[in-house]
């Protein structure tokens, strides 16, 4: 969700990066309700994306025009103090958020520098108390880091973004986020596939690459996001479909408690 009115909605100072002018909208709810029609999505999770840092805002505007058919996650910075409590009061404000969203990657240290440093651990274990999913946008170089975590807290389920973010790390660095599907209560997503190649919208070039993936986490562990639904069909083509539907929705549909 991002909004052209940047007065109701302003991008937070410490934000990492600027959308481009085409990604704003007067309505960006209206706008993906109509994605969601077309491309005959029931409910769906609107990740709170990183420009507007702590300020939730527009996501929470969205979840109160649709609170059946939505949920969202949400960001804090780890550094900050206050961040523990301000996610409490998020939660107790607005049931809807289901997920912690965590930032990792090389270069991109102002969010937090290791998994290691106590108020990193400390967010995570308010996030698991809450019954949030910790969902982590991390690159390969800290998957080892957040794998001690996460065995140290095996009933907190924790969702990978985008494929793991293969580019932003080396082949060895990957193995660790390939690791990390030992773990029951970790699940990857398959999204972000058009950071990787460019051949949308199917993306049929990387197709030996999700298949590594997918082998790897299991279509019980994985959940799709972005783009349409024809891109698990042509990833999973070798799978039976009630393998593809689990990946569809009915994992994330079980995580979140969505009722039929």
């Not at 410490?14 to 959308?19: I, L």
């Not at 709810?29 to 409910?43: E, P």
């Not at 769906?44 to 420009?51: D, I, K, N, T």
């Not at 961040?83 to 930032?103: D, F, S, T, Y």
């Amino acid at each position: 969700m991002f909004s052209r009115d940047r007065v109701r909605y302003p991008f937070h100072p410490q934000a990492s990066y600027m959308p481009e002018e085409g990604y704003l909208s007067s309505d960006p709810l209206a706008d993906y309700l109509q994605h969601m029609a077309n491309t005959g999505i029931d409910r769906a999770v609107l990740v709170h994306p990183e420009p507007y840092g702590d300020d939730h805002r527009l996501v929470l505007d969205c979840l109160k025009r649709e609170p059946e058919r939505l949920r969202a996650t949400c960001l804090f910075f780890p550094k900050d103090p206050a961040a523990p409590q301000k996610l409490e009061e998020l939660v107790r404000q607005e049931p809807g958020i289901v997920a912690l969203r965590m930032h990792a990657h090389r270069g991109k240290e102002f969010y937090l520098d290791s998994f290691h440093d106590q108020n990193v651990r400390t967010l995570w274990e308010t996030a698991g108390k809450l019954d949030l999913i910790i969902e982590l946008h991390i690159g390969p170089n800290y998957a080892a880091q957040a794998g001690e975590l996460i065995r140290a807290y095996p009933d907190y389920p924790v969702i990978i973004d985008h494929l793991g973010e293969p580019l932003m790390g080396n082949a060895v660095e990957y193995a660790d986020m390939l690791a990390l599907a030992q773990y029951k209560n970790v699940y990857m997503k398959l999204s972000g596939v058009d950071y990787i190649a460019k051949d949308g919208p199917l993306y049929i070039s990387v197709r030996h690459f999700t298949r590594a993936v997918v082998d790897a986490f299991g279509p019980e562990h994985l959940v799709w996001g972005g783009g349409a639904p024809a891109l698990v069909d042509a990833h999973l083509a070798h799978l039976p479909e009630s393998a593809q539907g689990l990946v569809k929705g009915e994992n994330l549909a079980r995580l979140l408690k969505f009722r039929r």
